[in-house]
Nanobody, 122 residues
């Protein structure tokens, strides 16, 4: 059974940092590639980052390259999204998702967490 539970969101000033966590179980961690997406009201889900099952391959949206880092702790079955130099335009609900392979498209991900709100004030 796939399990995805996000945490770590909150309110931060522009230029600040947050670390999001996506807690999974052992089955999910060893079976699926994990992705982070974000969504603002009235818009579709936007790809942010993804990491392979082993953690050896990653991919990022151009808008977050150099500021966000996705990582994975296989011992804890947790995927992280370290977000630095945050901007007001990063404000969104951030969702963790699972898929069989790295993909930039939300339609490819079959499993989703409930999301965590990130708000960046100017």
């Amino acid at each position: 059974q796939v399990q995805l539970v996000e945490s770590g969101g909150g309110l931060v000033q522009a230029g600040g940092s947050l670390r999001l966590s996506c807690a999974t179980n052992a089955y999910t961690s060893r079976t699926y590639t994990m992705g982070w997406f974000r969504q603002v009201p009235g818009k579709g889900r936007e790809f942010v980052a993804a990491i392979s099952r082993s953690g050896g391959s990653t991919d990022y949206a151009d808008s977050v390259v150099g500021r966000f880092t996705i990582s994975k702790d296989n011992a804890k079955n947790t995927v992280y999204l370290q977000m630095n130099s945050l901007k007001p335009e990063d404000t969104a609900v951030y969702l963790c998702a699972a898929n069989r392979a790295i993909s930039l498209f939300d339609r490819d991900y079959g499993y989703w967490g409930q999301g965590t709100q990130v708000t960046v004030s100017s």
